[in-house]
């Protein structure tokens, strides 16, 4: 069964919440996962277009954080942010880092995700 794969890049863990926070408004130009800039407000909660966006597709989905993805998947030394396509247990590179950096916006975000859905699904 086929899934999506939302990987941050960033690290789970409270210290990383918070300093992640912290830094998304102090410097929110050199916040380095755009995938979280976007989709998560400054306050820390989901943003609610890509929230009921995500409760509405009908495919499995998975959110990871950095260290998660190599715990997990053994996945290291990747660029991230990136969304993955998962088959069975093989995982395979569905959006790159570059056009997850290019958005600027949650629907520019659901456009390429839909897009990408309706190719592999």
């Known amino acids: 069964m086929k899934s999506l794969v939302f990987a941050y890049n960033a690290d789970d863990g409270l ?3 918070v300093s992640d926070y912290i ?3 102090v410097s929110p130009s050199t916040y380095a996962c755009n995938l979280c800039k976007i989709t998560y407000s400054k306050s820390g909660g989901m943003n609610r277009q ?3 966006y995500i409760e509405g597709l009908t495919i499995d989905i998975e959110f ?5 993805l190599a715990d997990k998947y053994e996945i290291t030394e990747v660029p991230l942010p990136a969304v993955y396509l998962k088959d069975g247990d093989y995982l395979s590179l569905l959006i790159e ?3 997850i950096d ?7 975000l659901i456009k390429i995700v839909n897009e990408k ?5």
């Open 15 to 17: 210290f990383s919440m």
């Open 102 to 108: 290019a958005c600027k916006s949650v629907s520019e």
């Open 97 to 99: 880092t570059e056009a």
């Open 50 to 52: 890509w929230k009921k």
């Open 23 to 25: 830094h998304k408004i």
């Open 64 to 68: 990871v954080h950095r260290n998660e």
């Open 117 to 121: 859905i309706k190719l592999n699904f």
